[in-house]
Nanobody, 120 residues
Framework: QVHLVESGGGLVRPGGSLRLSCAFS????????MGWFRQAPGKEREFVAA????????YYANSVKGRFTISRDNAKNTVYLQMNSLKPEDTAVYYC?????????????WGQGTQVTVSS
């Protein structure tokens, strides 16, 4: 059974940076495309970024394009989300997700989430 554990969240000032990590276990990491999602209070969960099995392809939500970067280290079974130029509206619980398909609308496996708060 695939297990995902996020880390790296915290409190950061507007304009600051954070890097989230998601550790994957319980399967063959390179068989899975990975994604990051977020959910702000009172809002629905939304897509942030996704990366293909090898890391050769990525795509982003328009709201984070140019500020966030998704990457993966297949030797460490870990996916990352580098977040720069953070804004208060980026405040949310961030979740990583895994699926055998890349680019699909749904993901089979989810982590427990990590809180990111952007505030002065």
């Amino acid at each position: 059974q695939v297990h995902l554990v996020e880390s790296g969240g915290g409190l950061v000032r507007p304009g600051g940076s954070l890097r989230l990590s998601c550790a994957f276990s319980g399967g063959t990491f390179t068989n899975y495309a990975m994604g990051w999602f977020r959910q702000a209070p009172g809002k629905e969960r939304e897509f942030v970024a996704a990366i293909s099995w090898s890391g050769g392809s990525t795509y982003y939500a328009n709201s984070v394009k140019g500020r966030f970067t998704i990457s993966r280290d297949n030797a460490k079974n870990t996916v990352y989300l580098q977040m720069n130029s953070l804004k208060p509206e980026d405040t949310a619980v961030y979740y990583c997700a895994a699926d055998l398909r890349y680019g699909g609308p749904t993901y089979d496996y989810w982590g427990q989430g990590t809180q990111v708060t952007v505030s002065s």
